[in-house]
C-alpha cells in the first residue's frame, strides 16, 4: 500500500506518485486482474451479475483507474522519465485488455447471461452493459480462430504503440521550436498582454527580446495580429510542418506512422470480416455506414460552400484593397480576418478578451450550471499535479454528486487541446455508492505579473467557449445517475452522440443573460457593454461558411483514409487529402502544408473513422438547445431549471444506458432535424 498508485480509499495521490512506481503498480494490478480472470474462467453452476461481472468490474476498475492516472500525468506533465514508465507498460496493458477481449469462456458466460430467462429481469443498465459487452467481444476478436487472434493481438499492442509515439511528435515538435525577436519594432500589432507574456518567456529562459512557441496561446495571436507578415510566414510554416518529413528532426516525423497506422487498421478490419476499418468504428455508433457519413457531409459542404466563397472573396477583396496584399496566403487568412472583423464589427477579440478574466467566467459558468441542473459547485481540496490545478465539488440537496479537477494553461510538457477525462466513474459497490470525478484540461493563457502583481488569466470569447464545451462533457460524466460502470456517464455512449452535451453548452456563450455575468474588465471592472456583445452577437457567424467547410475536410479525408483508401497503393495519404480540399475546400493550403501528421484526434486521440462525429453531434446539439429556444414562448427563462431538470433527466443523467437517439427523442418528442444547426450557424436560406 505504500505505492500511491494501488491505494483507491479516495482521490489520486498526485503528491506523492513519482515514475519509479508505474511499473511496480501495473504489475500488481495486472498479476490481480489475471487471477479474477483465471478465477471466472472456470466452470459454475449459476452464472449471475454479482458472482461474475461484479468481480471482473471490480479489477478491471482498479488496473483502468490507475493507467487513467499514468496516461494523464503523460499528457500533463510530461518528463523522460513519466515516457519511458508509460512506453515500458503500454505493450503489458494493451496485451492484457486484448487477452480480454478475445476470452472464449468470459464470451460463452457473458452469452450465457444475455440468454438466461433472468435477463430480462436485470435492469435495463445491465440489460445494456451485457450487450455492448457480446458486441465489444466480438469487436476483440473473441471469436476468431486462435491463429488469427495471435495476429489480432499484435495488430492491437502495434497500434497502441504508434498511437502513442505519434501523440509524442507531435509534443517534441512543438516543445522544440523557438522564436526569439530581440526588436520589439518587428512585433508591431501584436496586443501588450501577448508582448507581456513573451517577454516574460524569454526572461525565464534567461534570455532578453521575446519568445515565441507553437503552444497557442503564444502562436494564434501572431498570425491573427503580427503586422510582420515574414513572422507570421516563419511562424506558419513551423506550425504546419511539425512532425512531418519537412520539420526539424527526422525522428519526429509522423509519416510512417500515419502508413502503418492506417495499414494495421485495414488488417484489422479484414481479421474480423469488415471491407475496411470504417465500418468497424461505426459498429457502436449511431450513424450505420460510411455512405451515410459521407452523405451528410456531402450535403453539409454543398449546403456551406457559396457562403465560404462568399466568406474568401470578401477576405481578398479587403486584403489588396485595405492591406496591400494582392495574393492573399494562409499565413495572411487569420491576420486579413481579424483586420475586416474589427473594420466591419468595430471591435477586435482582444478588446474583448479584457472583460473575461478567469475568476468572473468561472463564475458565470457555475452560476449557469447551478441554475439548470438545482446544483451546488463549491471549491474543494484535493492532492494536484501542478500549482495550477484547481479542484471543485458539486453537491445536490447538500449531499456529494461528483468533483473535478480544472487544468486551465498552456505549458512546456503538456499536451495541446483540450479535453474532458474521467478519472473515476459512478459505480455502486459493495461499500456504497462511489462518486465520479473528472479532469477538465485546456491550454489557455495563463495568469501574468503586471506591476508585480499576479493578474487573473483573460480568455477570449473562443476559450470561453472552449471551456464551456468541455464542462459540458464533464457535467455529462458528472451528473450521471446510472450505477453501472460500463454504461455510467459517458461510458457506452455512441462516440458521434458523445460530443452533445459539450456543443449544446457553447450555445449559451451568446446569451447576453449569462455573459453579462460572466464579465468585468481586468481594469475598470465594468461588465462587457451591450453594445459590445451586439456587435459580437452581429459577428457570431464570421466565415461560418469557411469555418464549416474546414471540418467537412478534416471529417472527409478520416472518412475516405479509413473506408476507400488503400496504404499499400499508388496514392499517399497526402494525395488522399489534396483530392478532398480540390473538391470541397475553397481555401488550398501550400503544398508544404503536413496537416495529418498533426492530426493526433484520429492518428492517436481515438476519433478514426470518428472526426466526423462534430457535425454529427453538432445536429442533436442545436436542435436539443432549439427546445430551450421554443420554450421562451411558454413564460420561461431561456436559463430554466424546468427545461435543465428534462435535460438531465433524459439526456445527461442516463449516460450510456441506453441508445443515444431514444435520449434524443424522450427530450425533443421526435427525431432530429439539420434545421436549427443551419440557422445557428447563419447557414439557412
Known amino acids: 500500500m505504500s505505492n500511491p498508485l494501488l491505494n483507491f480509499d479516495g482521490l489520486p495521490r498526485f503528491d506523492e506518485i513519482r515514475p519509479e512506481h508505474v511499473t511496480p503498480a501495473i504489475e500488481t494490478l495486472l498479476n490481480r486482474c489475471k487471477t479474477v480472470v483465471a478465477g471466472l474462467e472456470a466452470p459454475m453452476t449459476d452464472i449471475t451479475w454479482d458472482n461474475f461481472v461484479t468481480p471482473l468490474d471490480d479489477c478491471t476498475e482498479q488496473l483502468s483507474r490507475a493507467w487513467g492516472i499514468v496516461g494523464h500525468l503523460s499528457a500533463v506533465v510530461d518528463t523522460p522519465e513519466l515516457r519511458a514508465a508509460y512506453n515500458e507498460n503500454i505493450p503489458r496493458i494493451t496485451e492484457f485488455w486484448t487477452s480480454l477481449s478475445q476470452n472464449l469462456a468470459l464470451f460463452k458466460k457473458y452469452k450465457t447471461l444475455r440468454n438466461a430467462s433472468s435477463f430480462d429481469s436485470l435492469s435495463p443498465s445491465r440489460q445494456r452493459v451485457i450487450e455492448n459487452t457480446l458486441r465489444d467481444f466480438r469487436l476483440g476478436g473473441a471469436e476468431l480462430p486462435e491463429d488469427k487472434k495471435k495476429r489480432f493481438a499484435e495488430i492491437q499492442e502495434k497500434t497502441a504503440s504508434l498511437s502513442t509515439r505519434f501523440s509524442e511528435n507531435v509534443l517534441d515538435a512543438t516543445n522544440d521550436f523557438e522564436l526569439f525577436i530581440k526588436n520589439v519594432s518587428e512585433l508591431s500589432g501584436l496586443p501588450e498582454d501577448i508582448l507581456h507574456a513573451a517577454q516574460a518567456a524569454a526572461r525565464a529562459d534567461n534570455k532578453t527580446g521575446y519568445k515565441f512557441t507553437l503552444h497557442f496561446p503564444s502562436f494564434y495571436p501572431v498570425m491573427q495580429y503580427a503586422d510582420n507578415r515574414a513572422i507570421r510566414e516563419k511562424m506558419y510554416r513551423a506550425n504546419a510542418t511539425r512532425a512531418s518529413e519537412l520539420g526539424t528532426n527526422p525522428e519526429w516525423d509522423n509519416t510512417g506512422n500515419i502508413n502503418e497506422l492506417l495499414r494495421l487498421r485495414k488488417e484489422e478490419a479484414l481479421l474480423l470480416g469488415y471491407p475496411n476499418f470504417a465500418e468497424v468504428s461505426l459498429v457502436p455508433k449511431m450513424a450505420r455506414t460510411p455512405d451515410e457519413v459521407i452523405a451528410f457531409l456531402e450535403d453539409l459542404a454543398e449546403r456551406a460552400r457559396p457562403y465560404a466563397e462568399k466568406d474568401l472573396a470578401e477576405l481578398k477583396r479587403f486584403g489588396k484593397d485595405e492591406l496591400g496584399i494582392d495574393d492573399l496566403q494562409a499565413w495572411d487568412m487569420a491576420y486579413v480576418s481579424e483586420k475586416l472583423r474589427q473594420k466591419r464589427y468595430a471591435f477586435?477579440?482582444?478588446?474583448?478578451?479584457?472583460?473575461?478574466?478567469?475568476?468572473?467566467?468561472?463564475?458565470?459558468?457555475?452560476?449557469?450550471?447551478?441554475?439548470?441542473?438545482?446544483?451546488?459547485?463549491?471549491?474543494?481540496?484535493?492532492?494536484?499535479?501542478?500549482?495550477?490545478?484547481?479542484?471543485?465539488?458539486?453537491?445536490?440537496?447538500?449531499?456529494?454528486?461528483?468533483?473535478?479537477?480544472?487544468?486551465?494553461?498552456?505549458?512546456?510538457?503538456?499536451?495541446?487541446?483540450?479535453?474532458?477525462?474521467?478519472?473515476?466513474?459512478?459505480?455502486?459497490?459493495?461499500?456504497?455508492?462511489?462518486?465520479?470525478?473528472?479532469?477538465?484540461?485546456?491550454?489557455?493563457?495563463?495568469?501574468?505579473?503586471?506591476?508585480?502583481?499576479?493578474?487573473?488569466?483573460l480568455f477570449t470569447h473562443d476559450e470561453v467557449m472552449t471551456l464551456y464545451h468541455e464542462f459540458g462533457h464533464g457535467l455529462h460524466h458528472l451528473l450521471t445517475k446510472v450505477d453501472e460502470l460500463g454504461v455510467s456517464g459517458i461510458s457506452g455512449v455512441e462516440w458521434d452522440a458523445v460530443e452533445m452535451p459539450s456543443q449544446f453548452m457553447e450555445n449559451f456563450c451568446w446569451e447576453w443573460d449569462v455573459v453579462r455575468h460572466m464579465t468585468s474588465h481586468i481594469d475598470t471592472k465594468e461588465p462587457l457593454p451591450k453594445e459590445l456583445f451586439d456587435k459580437m452577437l452581429a459577428a457570431k457567424n464570421y466565415q461560418s461558411g469557411l469555418q464549416m467547410l474546414r471540418q467537412v475536410e478534416f471529417s472527409l479525408a478520416d472518412m475516405h483514409l479509413h473506408y476507400d483508401y488503400d496504404p499499400d497503393g499508388q496514392k499517399t495519404a497526402q494525395n488522399v487529402l489534396d483530392e478532398i480540399r480540390q473538391k470541397y475546400a475553397v481555401v488550398i493550403p501550400p503544398a508544404f502544408n503536413r496537416f495529418l501528421q498533426s492530426f493526433s484526434h484520429i492518428f492517436a486521440g481515438g476519433y478514426a473513422a470518428g472526426y466526423y462525429s462534430y457535425k454529427w453531434a453538432e445536429v442533436l446539439s442545436a436542435d436539443v438547445y432549439s427546445a430551450f429556444e421554443e420554450s421562451l414562448a411558454d413564460g420561461n427563462d431561456l436559463v430554466s431549471p424546468a427545461m435543465g431538470a428534462r435535460l438531465l433527466e433524459e439526456i445527461l443523467s442516463v449516460g450510456g444506458s441506453r441508445p443515444a437517439i431514444e435520449s434524443f427523442t424522450a427530450f425533443r418528442g421526435r427525431q432530429p432535424t439539420i434545421d436549427a444547426l443551419l440557422r445557428h450557424n447563419g447557414l439557412a436560406a
Open 348 to 457: 477586435s477579440e482582444q478588446e474583448v478578451r479584457q472583460y473575461f478574466p478567469e475568476p468572473n467566467v468561472l463564475e458565470g459558468l457555475f452560476r449557469l450550471v447551478q441554475t439548470l441542473y438545482s446544483v451546488s459547485i463549491l471549491p474543494d481540496t484535493a492532492p494536484v499535479w501542478h500549482k495550477d490545478v484547481k479542484f471543485f465539488r458539486i453537491e445536490k440537496a447538500g449531499k456529494l454528486i461528483g468533483q473535478f479537477y480544472m487544468d486551465l494553461y498552456a505549458r512546456p510538457g503538456k499536451r495541446g487541446g483540450a479535453w474532458m477525462d474521467d478519472a473515476r466513474s459512478r459505480r455502486m459497490t459493495a461499500n456504497g455508492l462511489q462518486t465520479p470525478v473528472a479532469y477538465l484540461t485546456c491550454n489557455f493563457s495563463s495568469p501574468l505579473e503586471k506591476d508585480g502583481k499576479r493578474q487573473p488569466a
